[in-house]
């Protein structure tokens, strides 16, 4: 079943938000001094790509240093990928079966906001 969610996720609404992460990702992969937050957009750009039958943790070792780094997050990049997520649910929850892909797309936008500090496992 969850191939099924991915599949047609990945068709609504995963490709666009993969490339949308992806896009923040090189961008801030050229920034040199942000590649940490390049590497936690790719990271979590794999989830947006793929989210059915996976789940979001936060990290036990995760400290103030995540914190901060979030913040600087939200400002460089994760304010216009939440976006992206909240129109992406929104325009998804016109229709029924849309419903629950906009569900998911709601759920994604802490984890867009505050990817540091967040780890992704399979779910059980």
Known sequence: MKTILNVIWLLLS???????YMLAALIMFA??????WGIAAARIGVYALWPFGKTVVDKRSAGVGSLLGNVVWVVLAGWWIALGHLVS????CITIIGIPFGIANFKLIPVALMPLGKQI???P
């Open 89 to 92: 649910g929104i325009a998804l």
């Open 121 to 123: 496992v399979d779910m």
């Open 31 to 36: 920034l040199i001094i942000t590649i940490p």
């Open 14 to 20: 995963g490709i666009w938000l993969f490339l949308g």
